[in-house]
């Protein structure tokens, strides 16, 4: 089983939607989660950071955690082509800062 | 404030020579991570550093090494370098060196290309 897993995709929505990204990860003892945003060519960009149960919003992203389940969501509302990316989930899998990252899963938002 | 900031930008090599790679993270933090994204592997942890020590490492071989100066800016060496290196070498800094609640800015990367 791998430490963090995502869904690859590609996920497509039209621009205005919902899209919902989804990652799982194997430590039960993982304290901090993230989410990035990697545009084709750029590095990745810190958009979310979840450390507690429950819902965290920032404007038009909600981040998701249930620890029970080991289980952390990205939702984007009203979803626009810039937001055309590869999203990568992350987890400080050993609260040491020792970082490890799923696959990532590419959005495309359609107009 | 800065970002972290990487040099060079873009390298090509050839088999079996070395190379370092440096970053400068973001002023006040000192904790620097080095990563290598791949097409098949992803985005793979290598090495993290801390107030001058290595603290963490991944699997590879110990043909990548870094180390971290008294003001963390860091370098990476990789040598005898196999066409399998090729890759983009991602830094991250973030604020603090203990806890969880650690989060990582990412530099813009230096693409390597082995030929």
């Known amino acids: 089983q791998k430490e963090v897993e995502q869904n690859s995709g590609p996920l497509s929505v039209p621009e205005g939607a919902i899209a919902s990204l989804n990652c799982t990860y194997s430590d039960r003892g993982s304290q901090s989660f993230f989410w990035y945003r990697q545009y084709s060519g750029k590095s990745p960009e810190l958009i979310m950071s979840?450390?507690?149960?429950g819902d965290k919003e920032d404007g038009r992203f909600t981040a998701q955690l249930n620890k029970a389940s080991q289980y952390v969501s990205l939702l984007i509302r009203d979803s626009q082509p810039s937001d055309s990316a590869t999203y990568l989930c992350a987890v400080n899998i050993y609260n040491n800062n020792d970082m490890r990252f799923g696959a990532g899963t590419r959005l495309t938002v359609k107009p | 404030k800065a970002g972290v900031t990487q040099t060079p930008r873009y390298l090509i090599k050839t088999r079996g020579q070395q190379v370092t790679l440096s970053c400068s993270p973001i002023s006040g933090h000192r904790s620097v991570s080095w990563y290598q994204q791949t097409p098949g592997q992803g985005l793979q942890f290598l090495f993290e550093y801390f107030s001058e020590t290595q603290r963490n490492k991944g699997n590879f071989p110990g043909r990548f090494s870094g180390r971290q100066f008294s003001n963390s800016r860091s370098e990476m060496n990789v040598s005898t370098l196999e066409l399998g290196d090729s890759a983009l070498y991602l830094c991250?800094?973030?604020?603090?060196?203990?806890?969880?609640?650690?989060?990582?800015?990412f530099g813009p990367g230096t693409r390597l290309t082995v030929l």
């Open positions: 991250a800094s973030s604020l603090a060196g203990t806890g969880s609640y650690n989060e990582q800015f």
């Open positions: 979840i450390y507690s149960n």
